[in-house]
């Protein structure tokens, strides 16, 4: 392992997640979290750098939001069901207002409800309220900052006015806080402008209890309302008790600096989580360090600026600064920043870094969620690996053609064009991922001309061919490899990468779709379907015709194969065997499988291992596809 005394001094000066210091042609192999394991094990030399969860700094973009941070892990945080959370609300960014003339106020007698004194009191009387209402309501209006499993709400009056003014009639009532919900719920609350919907947890119409203790129902809460009609009643003290993790929660990194544009590799994650919870990870990658537009109005109409009155772009920094009525808004920088990716198969546990092409910056994000109070996610490290300098500054593929026959041999040219620049490595092969074991691979060209090429890899998920180096020299000519496959399902994408094989342990620099030929009409690494078949079932075969069991060598074992079309996913497979009076002898098969060519085998015994006597069978193979289960059989002669 090459030493990381520079990096460590980067890491020192700045204090977080930039890094700029690369050696040439090094292998990288970055880790949030898991500072408590050993170094990874990787073949060749790279360097390692080790970052903590706890180091977030909003400066560079990070966040951390109702997260139990610790250097082996990060998970929700956990509610105790003996703290009153009520006194913390406004800690935590939250809010506690009444309603009264003016509107929802954050008055200062609310704070009686939380001040733990029993002899001290908020009053219901309503003398802060307008002479317009009829008949008057007094409401309270909790609001967490978050989704929270609130479980009790217990609220008490003075001992010394607990039979006098206890609360006869009340309501409460609590939302998620989700918008696209809004107007749809059973409770609503209007009050000077302002609209509040809530679901109805209690409706009381005859309390003679001073202090009630009451168990709200197992599902998040952001925002809990209590309502009663104007009158003669108090409230000491109204807590509120959460049982289980928070609801929601995030961790945000900073933007992590790789010092020069890099070729990414993989990323990979170890975590868990329980039924119920769902950990949503993403990453995004881009150019500079902010992956964010800031907005400044010029108070010229409607005109916005991204720049400061002094001419400067604006910054987070300089955006922070603004007047509250100079803040135009914030939005995504789409031309130096990629998207944030769709949440990736977080139980999957791995992944590739996601890129148009090489770059210098990378941002990752989880998402916590849960549904039940005691359900929840967690991560113990996310770790990921680049190489620098990159393969190539970009490399654009595109297949052709774009859309086949399913189930049909054809003849498919990649089509790629690299683009190198100054210091970029080059390649020597390239790696193309296919739905099963090609055909055949038939010919490569370079600009035009048919060259020389060997087949370094070969399996039922990729291919790699070594081709005639491709560098600075060679930058702008068309790669061309012509090769012959099956496509079972809509939208199989042939992914690819490019890598030199004098440096096998350096990432292999992933390709992008777009457009490597102005003479092809594809730009597209993914293909469709002319016609998509309804039945899953596409194919079946079985060898020999004649299927002879008898331990000579010849035709014991019956091979079966078959090709599933059109899958969204994993589904149960099952292969059975019957007689011809439709008594099932034995089940073949029980499996899940997804759009492929799949195979089977039988050696001629039933559940119990023993051989069936000679004559004609059915061999039913059953599918359980999205909508129905499809079903296709054929005969199987067995004989001695």
């Known amino acids: ?81 003996a703290v009153n959370l009520t006194p913390l609300i406004r800690e935590r960014g939250g809010g506690i207002r ?21 002899t001290t009191a908020y009053l219901g009387s309503g003398r802060s309220q307008s002479a317009d209402c009829s008949p008057c309501k007094k409401g309270i209006w909790f609001e967490l900052n978050g989704l929270f499993p609130i479980r009790r709400i217990k609220i008490s009056t003075t001992e010394r006015f607990a039979h006098q003014r ?5 309501e409460i009532g609590t939302n998620d806080g989700d918008s696209r919900k809004k107007g749809t719920r059973e409770g609503q609350y209007h009050w000077r402008g302002a609209f509040l919907d809530y679901d109805v947890v209690f409706s009381v119409a005859n309390n003679l209890e001073p202090f009630l203790d009451l168990e709200l129902p197992d599902r998040p809460i952001a925002e809990i309302l209590f309502k009663a009609p104007v009158g003669n ?31 990414l590799g993989e990323l990979t994650w170890s975590g868990s989580r329980d039924q119920g919870a769902t950990v949503n990870l993403s990453m995004r990658s881009g150019d500079d360090t902010d992956p964010n537009f800031y907005w400044r109005f010029t108070f010229r109409g409607d005109e916005r600026s991204r720049f400061a009155t002094s001419g400067e772009p604006l910054t987070l920094d300089r955006y922070n600064r603004l007047e509250a ?60 690996n680049v190489s620098q300098p990159p393969v190539a500054s970009q490399v654009l593929a595109e297949i052709v053609p774009h859309q086949v026959e399913v189930g049909e041999v054809v003849q498919f040219v990649y089509k790629i064009l690299p683009n190198l620049e100054q210091n970029d490595l080059g390649f020597d092969s390239i790696e193309i991922d296919t739905p099963i074991e090609v055909t055949s691979i038939d010919a490569v060209y370079i600009g035009g001309e048919e060259q020389d090429f060997t087949i370094a890899e070969r399996d039922a998920k990729s291919f790699v061919v070594r081709v005639p180096r491709i560098d600075l020299n060679r930058t702008g000519e068309l790669v061309e490899v ?77 091979q079966i194969e078959y090709d599933l079309v059109n899958l969204s996913g994993a589904v149960p497979v099952t292969i ?15 499996s899940t499988a997804a759009s492929g060519r799949f195979s089977a085998t039988w050696e001629g015994v039933d559940d119990a291992g023993n051989l069936l006597p000679p004559g004609l069978y059915l061999l039913r193979l059953e599918v359980d596809s999205d909508k129905t289960k499809d079903v296709e059989v054929a005969v199987v002669r067995l004989v001695y």
């Open 166 to 170: 206890f609360i006869e009639v009340f």
């Open 1 to 81: 392992m090459r030493g990381n005394l520079l990096r460590l001094l980067a890491v020192a000066l700045v204090g977080s997640f930039c890094y700029g210091l690369a050696a040439v042609e090094a292998l990288t192999v970055y880790r949030i979290g898991g500072e408590d394991l050993p170094p990874p094990e990787v073949e060749g030399d790279f360097e390692f750098v080790q970052l903590s969860w706890a180091d977030v700094d909003e400066k560079q973009l990070g966040g951390i939001d109702l997260l139990e941070v610790a250097t082996h892990s990060i998970e929700p945080q956990r509610l105790d069901p």
């Open 576 to 590: 059975d065997l019957y007689n011809l009076a439709g008594v099932k002898r034995c089940e073949v098969a029980h």
């Open 325 to 384: 009525g100079e803040k135009a808004g914030i939005s995504p920088d789409n031309e130096s920043w990629e998207f944030w990716t769709p949440p990736l198969d977080f139980d999957r546990g791995h992944s590739e870094l996601v890129g148009l092409r090489p770059r210098r910056y990378l941002q990752f994000k989880a998402d916590f969620l849960s549904e039940r109070a005691l359900a929840a996610g967690r991560m113990e490290y996310l770790q990921f």
């Open 233 to 263: 009643w108090e409230i000491a003290e109204f807590e509120i008790f959460g049982d289980g993790f928070a609801s929601q929660a995030s961790y945000v990194s900073n933007v992590i600096d790789l010092g020069m544009a890099s070729s």
């Open 482 to 558: 012509e090769f012959q496959a099956e496509v079972f399902q809509v939208g199989t994408v042939f992914s690819g990468r490019v890598f030199d094989s004098q440096l096998p342990h350096e990432v292999r620099q992933r390709i992008t779709a777009g457009n490597a030929d102005d003479l092809a009409e594809s730009n597209t690494l993914s293909v469709g379907l002319s016609t998509v078949a309804n039945p899953a079932v596409k194919a079946l075969w079985l060898s020999p015709p004649l299927f002879t069991p008898n331990g000579d060598g010849v035709n014991d074992v019956l």
């Open 98 to 118: 009444s309603n009264n003339s003016y509107g929802w106020q954050s008055e200062a007698l609310l704070d009686f409800l939380m001040d733990g004194d029993l």
